[in-house]
C-alpha cells in the first residue's frame, strides 16, 4: 500500500527536482550551487513544519545541525568540497533522525559505486592520485553531489513506499 507520505509533503518533489540540479552542476563543473543547498533547506524545513510544526522542526534541524558537523570535518580533511557538505547537511534536515541513517548509507553506496566507475574510467590516473598522495585529497575528483543526491531519492522513495 501505498503511503500519503508524498501527499504530506510536496517538497519532497522539490527537493527532488533541486537535488538533480545540484547533481547535474557536479558533474558537469565540479560545484554546487548554493542557491540548490538554501532551496533544499528550505523545502525540508517546509516538509517538517506539515509534518508536526515546532517540534518536528526541531529535531530535523539538530539532524542537520549532526550532519553539518561531520561533513565539516569531512571537508576539512579534503575528502568532500564544501558544496558537498552543505548538501549533505540539508538532505539531513530533510530526513530527519528516523531515515538519517538510511540516507548515510545509501549517500556511501553511491559515493562507492562514483568511485568503482571513476576507476575503471581513468585506473592509472585515479590509482596514481591515490597512491601518490598518500592520505591527503586526490586530485581526481568525484562528483559526491551525485551520491548526495541518490542517498536523497533513496530516502523520499523510502518514506513514501516504504
Do not use: C, H
Amino acid at each position: 500500500m501505498i503511503s500519503t507520505e508524498l501527499l504530506r509533503f510536496p517538497a519532497a518533489i522539490l527537493i527532488l527536482v533541486v537535488l538533480l540540479i545540484a547533481a547535474i552542476s557536479d558533474v558537469r563543473e565540479r560545484r554546487i550551487p548554493n542557491w540548490t543547498v538554501g532551496l533544499v533547506l528550505a523545502f525540508a524545513l517546509a516538509s517538517a513544519a506539515m509534518s508536526g510544526g515546532l517540534s518536528d522542526m526541531g529535531w530535523a534541524i539538530s539532524a542537520g545541525l549532526a550532519m553539518l558537523a561531520v561533513s565539516f570535518a569531512l571537508y576539512a580533511i579534503g575528502w568532500i568540497g564544501a558544496g558537498d557538505a552543505k548538501l549533505f547537511a540539508a538532505v539531513a534536515v530533510f530526513t530527519g533522525w528516523g531515515f538519517l541513517g538510511s540516507f548515510v548509507f545509501l549517500t556511501a553506496v553511491g559515493g562507492g559505486v562514483l568511485a568503482i566507475l571513476s576507476l575503471a574510467q581513468r585506473p592509472a590516473e585515479v590509482l596514481g592520485a591515490i597512491i601518490l598522495q598518500g592520505g591527503k585529497r586526490p586530485s581526481v575528483e568525484i562528483p559526491y553531489g551525485v551520491a548526495i543526491a541518490v542517498g536523497g531519492a533513496g530516502v523520499i522513495w523510502l518514506r513514501a513506499f516504504g
